[in-house]
């Protein structure tokens, strides 16, 4: 029986799961890495230990295992986006650490932020890649010049880990992690020149585009997965809807960690924002047109549990949560802008706070604003989608750490007015790009046959009207705003 091997190179660590022709994954190995911290604002990680340790994480999930790269019908990859690395074509060695997503350094460089809203669907904010590899053509001595002379490849990490696993043979990139770096048109699929000048990124140093599901090139002989076709390449968020079976428009998938991260699936069209959110490439399929979504973050969602349960020592573990909340918040409400607010009002200068506080509230109470405060995050968001998109939401796919908390998933249903759907394999990153891989290699033939793969583990159906706490709650956001 075939395997599908998937290789989810994130921000902490990077993982080596196999999958089989059930969709279920069969093993998994993980490796963390450093977080290079040079100054305040500065994050940035080691690209050969990335490159290393996805090469052991590969090995030790084959020898859990005990199977040989025969066994294994296709790779597909997924990873951190927007986070960038330049390196030498002929060496290999990166000329700079990789400079990661969440990495402030080319904040500002490029204003007004919506300059080329319309034609990358991103804003000129710090996230994209494109500013990070110019940022280090102007910043490392001689590089620009190498650049120019055809010296250095740049890309994201998807296109490290391809030209590392080809040895040097391909330089491409799939193009839902283009549509991250402010270079590639949205319409064409294309690197646009006028951006790529602007930016200061030159064209030849980058990355073919390609669809995220088809041939991207074959493992080198040496290594464990020698000659294993690569078939599928997509950015992490984007991953997460494909392993969530996302593929109608309508459906969105929110991925419930430190941040809530959505991605709406808008069909076959661009629709762009009035409300701060971001267009991207959800998927492509080769020889096929691609499939767009809506992006919106909200920057604390699981952090405010964890920041109960270590600044306020108020809930033992984030698990806790769900037994300690009260059936109600007892009027108190709580709006962690802790750093701003994002999606959909982006006010940086909001700071968190806590809101109805009387005699009466107790723990219980603030535990349950809490809980609360994550679902009405994720209602501003999905609203603004849906006004966006014009295309109504169908049902609420969910994953990530907070989702094995029930009592969160029923205040969502109702908070939201939507049906709220936990899949029983609830690594949906990796798994996305294992479907992307299989499909490519022909061990699933159809989108249809994947979404009979994914087989969910819960659901729940609005119980309750929430439209009263959501009108106090967005009272509460008031109070949180121009405080800085
Ligand atoms: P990330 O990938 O961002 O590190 P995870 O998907 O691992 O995040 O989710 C971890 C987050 O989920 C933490 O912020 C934690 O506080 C929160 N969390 C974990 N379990 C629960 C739970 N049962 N109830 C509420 N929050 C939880």
Redesign the pocket.
């Known amino acids: 029986m075939p395997l599908i091997a998937a290789i989810d190179q ?1 921000t ?1 660590s990077t993982r080596c799961v196999f999958v089989n022709e059930e969709g279920r994954i069969v093993a998994s190995a993980q490796y963390e890495h450093e977080q290079i911290l040079p100054r305040q604002g500065w994050v940035e990680h080691d690209p050969r230990e990335i490159w290393d340790n996805t090469r052991r994480a590969v090995s030790t999930a084959m020898v859990e295992l005990d199977i040989t790269a025969a066994d294994v019908a296709a790779l597909g990859i997924t990873n951190q986006r927007e986070t960038a690395v330049v390196w030498d074509k002929e060496s290999g060695e990166p000329i700079y650490n990789a400079i990661v997503w969440q990495d402030t350094r080319t904040a500002g460089r490029h204003e007004p932020a919506d300059k080329w809203h319309k034609k990358t669907g991103l804003l000129a904010n710090s996230y994209p890649a494109g500013p990070k590899i110019a940022w280090i053509l102007d910043h490392v001595e001689g590089a620009r010049e190498r650049a120019e002379n055809g010296e250095l490849l740049a890309g994201t990490i998807d296109a490290w880990l391809l030209w590392n696993l080809t040895d040097g043979e391909i330089h491409a990139t799939d193009v839902t992690n283009a549509s991250r770096t402010l270079l590639m048109d949205l319409k064409t699929l294309e690197w646009d020149e006028d951006l790529c000048r602007e930016v200061g990124v030159p064209v030849q140093m980058l990355p073919r585009i390609r669809p995220s599901v088809g041939a991207f090139g074959v493992v080198r002989h040496r290594g464990t997965l020698s000659r294993v076709p690569i078939m599928g390449v997509l950015g992490d968020q984007q991953s997460a809807l494909f392993g969530q079976a996302g593929f109608t428009p309508g459906q969105v998938k929110n ?5 809530l991260f959505l991605l709406h699936n808008t069909g076959a069209e661009p629709h762009f924002s009035d409300h701060g959110l971001l267009t991207t490439v959800a998927y492509q399929r080769a020889d096929a047109a691609p499939t767009y979504a809506l992006e919106g973050s909200v920057a604390v ?3 405010l ?2 920041w109960l ?1 270590d600044q306020l020592g108020m809930i033992p573990t ?2 806790a ?2 037994s300690i909340a009260a059936e109600d918040n007892g009027g108190v409400y709580i709006v962690p802008a802790f750093s701003g607010l994002f999606a959909p009002r982006w006010r940086p200068d909001a700071r968190g706070v806590i809101v109805g506080l009387t005699r009466f509230a107790d723990r219980s109470h603030i535990v349950r604003a809490a ?1 609360e405060a994550t679902c009405f995050q994720t209602r501003e968001v999905v609203e603004a989608m849906v006004a966006d998109s014009g295309v109504p939401l169908t049902e609420l796919r969910v994953d ?3 989702v ?2 029930d009592l ?1 998933m029923q205040l969502q249903a109702d908070i939201m007015g939507a049906k709220v759907t936990r899949p029983s394999e609830i690594e949906t990153t990796a798994l996305g790009a294992a479907f992307a891989a299989g499909l490519g290699a022909g061990v699933w033939e159809s989108l249809k046959q994947l979404e009979g793969l994914v087989a969910p583990d819960k659901t729940w159906e609005p119980q309750a009207n929430r439209d009263d706490i959501f009108a106090d709650w967005q009272r509460a956001v008031e109070r949180s705003l121009d405080w800085a």
């Open positions: 994130g902490t991925t419930y960690g430190t941040g969602g699981g952090a549990i964890q349960r984030a698990a949560s769900e809980l990530g750490g907070m094995a908390n969160l």
